[in-house]
C-alpha cells in the first residue's frame, strides 16, 4: 500500500515542473515571435542590442524557437512519466 501512495507522491511533484517548463516554453516561442516580427533596431533594450545586416536576429530567433520547443516537449515528457508510472501498478 505504501507503493501506491509513494507513486501519488511522485506524479504530484512533478506537475508543478511540467507547468513551470511549459511556461517558459511557451515564452521562448513567443520571445521568437517578437524577433521574429520586430526589427533589431524596434526592440526593447531588454532583449538586447545588435546591428545585424537584415534588420532582424536570425540566430536569436532560432535559438528561442529551439528552446521553446525542447521545454515544451520536457514538459509533457515529465508530465507523462507520472502518469505512466501510475497505470503501470
Same mark, same amino acid.
Do not use: C, E
Given at each position: 500500500?505504501?507503493?501506491?501512495?509513494?507513486?501519488?507522491?511522485?506524479?504530484?511533484?512533478?506537475?508543478?515542473?511540467?507547468?513551470?517548463? /511549459?511556461?517558459?516554453?511557451? *515564452?521562448?516561442? @513567443? !520571445?521568437?515571435?517578437?524577433?521574429?516580427? #520586430?526589427?533589431? %533596431?524596434?526592440?526593447?533594450?531588454?532583449?538586447?542590442?545588435?546591428?545585424?545586416?537584415?534588420?532582424?536576429?536570425?540566430?536569436?530567433? /532560432?535559438?528561442?524557437?529551439? *528552446?521553446?520547443? @525542447? !521545454?515544451?516537449?520536457?514538459?509533457?515528457? #515529465?508530465?507523462? %512519466?507520472?502518469?505512466?508510472?501510475?497505470?503501470?501498478?
Amino acid at each position: 500500500m505504501s507503493s501506491v501512495s509513494d507513486a501519488g507522491v511522485q506524479s504530484g511533484s512533478r506537475r508543478p515542473i511540467a507547468i513551470v517548463l /511549459a511556461i517558459i516554453g511557451a *515564452l521562448f516561442i @513567443i !520571445l521568437g515571435i517578437v524577433y521574429l516580427a #520586430v526589427p533589431a %533596431g524596434s526592440l526593447p533594450s531588454i532583449l538586447g542590442h545588435t546591428h545585424p545586416v537584415n534588420g532582424h536576429h536570425q540566430v536569436r530567433m /532560432a535559438v528561442s524557437f529551439v *528552446l521553446g520547443v @525542447i !521545454l515544451l516537449a520536457a514538459a509533457w515528457f #515529465v508530465n507523462r %512519466g507520472g502518469k505512466s508510472a501510475q497505470s503501470s501498478r
